[in-house]
């Protein structure tokens, strides 16, 4: 009877909510043979999902610093103002195509105002900006959202030195006026500055299918 249960009480529900989530029905019965075709527990996928959240972020990170930089030396700081302007978020999104995931970056304290966070995003950038305000160290975290079809794998940005302070640092030191101007035009509701070294900027947030992460294992 137990076993009986464990199994309706998904089902029910999934219909109780009308024809979109029967393909989630179908995603669930998916993923769930291939689980118990696997013999997977819950951990080895979380423990995967973190694996594979951890190299994606790592990636995009590498990525943007290396054009950043590469712009920075190309144009200065005023030119790449441009450049992360109209390159930020193609440049993250180009790998969201190779790994069939979901990257972007948010911020409590955003610059461009879409990438402040999602309902399922605040919770978790509020846990690192408490943890980072109280000397916590802050680790990579995975959540489950989406009705359990998607895993959410989340990882701090820190300011890690000065050189990031010429666009996001004090307003009267660190920031020179034509670099100010530039942010000030482009964006007008601009919330990313007068940060410092080792304070929280924000976090990467990768939504990875649970299916994909049960097919890698
Ligand atoms: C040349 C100026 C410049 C430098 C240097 C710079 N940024 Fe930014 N940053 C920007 C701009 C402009 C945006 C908004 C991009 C957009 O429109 O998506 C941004 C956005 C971000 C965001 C996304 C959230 C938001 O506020 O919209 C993060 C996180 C971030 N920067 C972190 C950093 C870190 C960490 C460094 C240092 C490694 C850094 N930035 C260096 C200009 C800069």
């Not at 009480?9 to 109780?16: E, G, I, K, R």
């Not at 180009?94 to 919770?123: C, F, M, W, Y």
């Not at 990579?140 to 890690?160: D, F, H, M, S």
Request: glycine content about 4%; hydrophobic content about 40%; some cysteine.
């Amino acid at each position: 009877m137990k076993q009986l249960l464990y199994f309706l009480l998904p089902s029910f529900l999934l219909l109780a909510c009308g024809p979109q989530e029967r393909i989630s029905k179908s995603v669930f019965d998916e993923v769930n043979n291939a689980m118990e075709a696997k013999k997977l527990s819950d951990a080895e996928i979380t423990q995967e999902a973190m694996i594979w959240g951890d190299s994606i972020s790592s990636e995009a990170q590498r990525q943007l610093m290396e054009r950043l930089q590469m712009a920075v030396a190309e144009k200065g700081f005023v030119g790449a103002v441009d450049f992360c302007h109209l390159n930020a978020n193609p440049s993250i999104k180009e790998l969201n195509d190779k790994h069939g995931v979901s990257i972007r970056r948010t911020s409590l304290r955003a610059r461009n105002q879409d990438n402040l966070p999602t309902d399922d995003e605040l919770p978790l950038l509020e846990a690192y900006q408490y943890n980072s305000e109280n000397n916590i160290e802050n680790e990579p975290n995975i959540q489950k959202i989406e009705g359990g079809e998607v895993l959410l794998y989340t990882k701090a940005i820190v300011i890690p030195s000065e050189f990031c302070l010429a666009c996001h640092g004090d307003t009267k030191s660190d920031i020179n006026e034509e670099v100010l101007n530039k942010i000030n035009a482009l964006y007008p509701d601009d919330l990313a500055r007068d940060f410092e070294v080792g304070e929280l900027r924000g976090m990467w947030s990768v939504k990875l299918p649970k299916k994909s992460v049960v097919n890698r294992l």
